[in-house]
């Protein structure tokens, strides 16, 4: 049984700052990425950012020198740090844990708005 669990969602004026965590009961052994993804109104859920067991990351275009992702593979917990918040990052995000089998289970989701 694997439920990743975001928190950190919320809603944040245009240029602020959002820090999610994503807490996922599984051993680290079996755990080969975690990363974030976002869904926006009407929009395709695309990759935000993703850290290998091996601390190697990988962000979108879109929100590079912005948002930074981290791990803590001791704990299965993978955070994402947001700043400086613009309207388009609103979206729903949600965690991923990729296993190194290739299986990826999903977090139910945490709500973004950015807006004034």
């Known amino acids: 049984q694997v439920q990743p669990v975001e928190s950190g969602g919320g809603l944040v004026q245009p240029g602020g700052s959002l820090r999610l965590s994503c807490v996922a009961s599984i051993s680290r052994s079996v755990v080969y990425a975690m990363g974030w993804y976002r869904q926006a109104p009407g929009k395709q859920r695309e990759l935000v950012a993703s850290i290998t067991r091996d601390g190697v990351t990988s962000t979108a275009d879109s929100v590079k020198g912005r948002f930074t992702i981290s791990n803590d593979m001791a704990e299965s917990t993978v955070f994402l740090q947001m700043n400086s918040l613009r309207p388009e990052d609103t979206a729903v995000y949600y965690c991923?844990?990729?296993?190194?089998?290739?299986?990826?289970?999903w977090g139910q989701g945490t709500q973004v708005t950015v807006s004034s």
């Open positions: 991923n844990v990729r296993t190194t089998v290739g299986f990826g289970y």
